[in-house]
């Protein structure tokens, strides 16, 4: 079906005031402009509608955050009635409001314990953000100044403030801003399949892992506050660590007195299969990143989880925490987010996806891929998977320029009206948790074909 323009006017008229006036994330301004965006205009279910007509399978949940789909309507009454109540009020002033509070025993009914206590945010980036002030805060209270230190991993992402691009460990971020800001630092990814050599998944992951113990020793235990890492890297690759590593990083963190920080701005609230990432990984962090899935992207919200023992110190023996956010905790939001909760564990999406269509995704993507011989590796749990790009599968072996494959693969696919995402080697999935078998069927139809059509294209230009 066609899409209605909104107030009819043309794609080019909204191209043209969009470059006129916009500067688009992660991309060449200038070159977008000369090319014109997609003008989106409608969504429903796992579909999108631009504004000449064409529709989309999205199979990357918007921005990996609509994990109930487009259009739920018990989303969108959620939010006019909290309008018609309490359109907003804050968190200051001593003050507090029903949604939150209601969000807030929800939320920890499905964390269970040891979490107690969170900081609302509008975001991942300013979960994140809120994350280093807190981690340094805890340990000033503790009677541990010096254990400034947070660690990150190369390639890992926590957002685009100057915090929390500092945390992540992406270079071509850090060169544009004079990054990272002191006293943060980067190890190892466990991307067995780029750095793995000779080692299996398993000592590679360890190994990978034991990277982080260097680095405490090399700085000093006394220095180190915390690590914080994605359960898996999803802006970098949706790469899944070996099994062990987390087991390892865990008992590391816990022998050296380091905080374990989560990052499941992307892995949280169903994407695995697990209500969160950590879960499905096997360990059990201190501190926990949310957004995204917490709305499934109708609003913006996120949150900055606390273990008990930090919840209840900063409560206990900090005083004033001087940290606010004008919209923390915003009625609005909180009330989707009950929502959206509702649709999720009334439907049962965690468990299906699990149970269901995620094993269906997995099993589609490895009877597609697994002999192709562009691809190298598949990965992923869930509603979540990559497909990696390598010129000789046995030995690994990479393409130079597998960066632009990825994006030939990525851009055909999106002409050919399935929406996925490409990062460096690899092209990625991660489809709304509502996606039907019939649609996980297209989707991956569309992903071979595109796949296939750059094999085409390098074949044609050997």
Same mark, same amino acid.
Not at 147 to 176: C, D, P, Q, W
């Given at each position: 079906m066609n899409a209605p323009t909104p107030g009819h006017?043309?794609?080019?008229?909204?191209?043209?005031?969009?470059?006129?006036?916009?500067?688009?994330?992660?991309?060449?301004?200038?070159?977008?402009?000369?090319?014109? @965006?997609?003008?989106?205009?409608?969504?429903?279910?796992?579909?999108?509608?631009?504004?000449?007509?064409?529709?989309?399978?999205?199979?990357?949940s918007g921005l990996w955050c609509t994990n109930v789909?487009?259009?739920?309507?018990?989303?969108?009454? +959620? +939010?006019?009635?909290?309008?018609?109540?309490l359109s907003y009020y804050n968190m200051f002033f001593h003050t507090t409001h029903p949604s939150v509070i209601?969000?807030?025993?929800?939320?920890?009914?499905?964390?269970?314990?040891?979490?107690?206590?969170?900081?609302?945010?509008?975001?991942?980036?300013?979960?994140?953000?809120?994350?280093?002030?807190?981690?340094?805060?805890?340990?000033?209270?503790?009677?541990?100044?010096?254990?400034?230190?947070?660690?990150?991993?190369v390639n890992g992402y926590h957002g685009s403030t100057v915090g929390s691009a500092s945390l992540g460990g992406m270079s071509f971020m850090h060169e544009m801003g004079d990054l990272p800001i002191p006293n943060i630092t980067h190890v190892d990814e466990p991307y067995w399949f780029a750095n793995g050599g000779d080692l299996t998944p398993e000592e590679f992951g360890l190994k990978a892992a034991r990277s982080l113990e260097r680095k405490i020793l090399e700085l000093g235990a006394e220095n180190v506050g915390a690590f914080v890492?994605?359960?898996?890297?999803? +802006?970098?690759?949706?790469?899944?660590?070996p099994p062990g590593y987390w087991q390892e990083i865990e008992r590391i963190c816990r022998q050296y007195d380091v905080l374990l920080c989560a990052d499941e701005v992307i892995g949280g609230f169903g994407r695995t299969g697990e209500w969160f990432a950590h879960r499905y990984f096997g360990f059990t962090p201190d501190l926990v990143c949310v957004a995204k899935g917490l709305t499934s992207g109708y609003v913006p919200m996120g949150g900055l989880i606390m273990n008990r023992r930090i919840g209840e110190t900063l409560v206990e023996k900090g005083g004033v925490f001087a940290h606010g956010l004008t919209y923390s905790g915003? @009625?609005?939001?909180?009330?989707?987010?009950?929502?959206?909760?509702?649709?999720?564990?009334g439907e049962q999406l965690v468990e299906r996806t699990k149970a269901d269509t995620g094993p269906y995704l997995q099993k589609l993507l490895r009877e597609a891929?697994?002999?192709?011989p562009l691809i190298g590796e598949i990965q992923g749990a869930g509603a979540v998977?990559?497909?990696?790009?390598?010129?000789?599968?046995?030995?690994?072996?990479?393409y130079e320029n597998e960066a632009d494959l990825t994006w030939h693969s990525r851009s055909v696919a999106f002409d050919a009206g399935a929406?996925?995402?490409?990062?460096?080697?690899?092209?990625?999935?991660? @489809?709304?948790?509502?996606? &039907?078998?019939?649609?996980?069927?297209?989707?991956?139809?569309?992903?071979?074909?595109?796949?296939?059509? &750059?094999?085409?294209m390098i074949a044609q230009n050997n």
């Amino acid at each position: 079906m066609n899409a209605p323009t909104p107030g009819h006017r043309t794609t080019r008229d909204f191209q043209r005031s969009d470059a006129a006036h916009h500067i688009h994330a992660f991309v060449d301004q200038k070159a977008l402009n000369a090319e014109g @965006p997609r003008v989106m205009v409608r969504g429903e279910g796992s579909y999108l509608w631009d504004s000449d007509g064409n529709r989309y399978i999205d199979g990357m949940s918007g921005l990996w955050c609509t994990n109930v789909g487009y259009g739920r309507p018990e989303l969108v009454e +959620a +939010a006019s009635r909290q309008m018609k109540e309490l359109s907003y009020y804050n968190m200051f002033f001593h003050t507090t409001h029903p949604s939150v509070i209601e969000l807030s025993e929800r939320l920890f009914g499905l964390l269970g314990e040891p979490f107690s206590h969170v900081v609302y945010t509008n975001s991942g980036s300013e979960s994140n953000e809120v994350l280093i002030r807190t981690v340094r805060r805890f340990w000033d209270i503790m009677g541990k100044p010096t254990k400034k230190v947070l660690i990150g991993r190369v390639n890992g992402y926590h957002g685009s403030t100057v915090g929390s691009a500092s945390l992540g460990g992406m270079s071509f971020m850090h060169e544009m801003g004079d990054l990272p800001i002191p006293n943060i630092t980067h190890v190892d990814e466990p991307y067995w399949f780029a750095n793995g050599g000779d080692l299996t998944p398993e000592e590679f992951g360890l190994k990978a892992a034991r990277s982080l113990e260097r680095k405490i020793l090399e700085l000093g235990a006394e220095n180190v506050g915390a690590f914080v890492a994605e359960p898996f890297q999803g +802006a970098g690759g949706m790469i899944f660590p070996p099994p062990g590593y987390w087991q390892e990083i865990e008992r590391i963190c816990r022998q050296y007195d380091v905080l374990l920080c989560a990052d499941e701005v992307i892995g949280g609230f169903g994407r695995t299969g697990e209500w969160f990432a950590h879960r499905y990984f096997g360990f059990t962090p201190d501190l926990v990143c949310v957004a995204k899935g917490l709305t499934s992207g109708y609003v913006p919200m996120g949150g900055l989880i606390m273990n008990r023992r930090i919840g209840e110190t900063l409560v206990e023996k900090g005083g004033v925490f001087a940290h606010g956010l004008t919209y923390s905790g915003h @009625p609005v939001a909180a009330a989707v987010a009950l929502a959206n909760l509702d649709v999720l564990q009334g439907e049962q999406l965690v468990e299906r996806t699990k149970a269901d269509t995620g094993p269906y995704l997995q099993k589609l993507l490895r009877e597609a891929f697994a002999d192709h011989p562009l691809i190298g590796e598949i990965q992923g749990a869930g509603a979540v998977a990559a497909i990696q790009f390598a010129r000789n599968k046995t030995t690994r072996e990479r393409y130079e320029n597998e960066a632009d494959l990825t994006w030939h693969s990525r851009s055909v696919a999106f002409d050919a009206g399935a929406i996925v995402r490409s990062t460096n080697g690899r092209l990625i999935v991660a @489809p709304p948790l509502v996606m &039907t078998h019939g649609q996980i069927d297209e989707l991956v139809d569309k992903m071979r074909k595109a796949v296939d059509a &750059t094999a085409a294209m390098i074949a044609q230009n050997n």
